[in-house]
């Protein structure tokens, strides 16, 4: 099992930056695709964008397409989200995921192992 992290939320204005960090430890990274997830308040998790274990493929929810960057450094076992022109509706809790069972790419069943999430807030 690995322990997930995630940091570089906070609080910023509608079409802000901001770039998410998801560090792993005490497991193995390089051989997992990895997923970003967000939770708005009484909302469902939903997916966001995920990296295959290589970095060779990418895929974006509609919502983030155009605006949201998925990567990775292997070497530093760190995932990253990079998130631009920020919209109010883009205000949750992010989590960071290891894929580690058969099944949908955008499910949340299909991962893992979970960080403890990263609060991103956006205001109009």
């Known amino acids: 099992q690995v322990q997930l992290v995630e940091s570089g939320g906070g609080l910023v204005q509608a079409g802000a930056s901001l770039r998410l960090s998801c560090v792993a430890s005490?497991?193995?990274?390089?051989?997992?695709?990895m997923g970003w997830f967000r939770q708005a308040p009484g909302n469902e998790r939903e997916f966001v964008a995920v990296i295959s274990w290589i970095s060779s493929s990418t895929y974006y929810a509609d919502s983030a397409k155009g605006r949201f960057t998925i990567s990775r450094d292997n070497a530093r076992k760190t995932v990253y989200l990079q998130m631009n022109s920020l919209e109010p509706e883009d205000t949750a809790v992010y989590f960071c995921?290891?894929?580690?069972?058969?099944?949908?790419?955008?499910?949340?069943?299909?991962?893992?192992?979970w960080g403890q999430g990263t609060q991103v807030t956006v205001s109009s």
């Open positions: 005490g497991g193995t990274f390089s051989n997992y695709a």
């Open positions: 995921a290891r894929r580690g069972n058969s099944g949908s790419t955008y499910s949340t069943s299909t991962y893992r192992d």
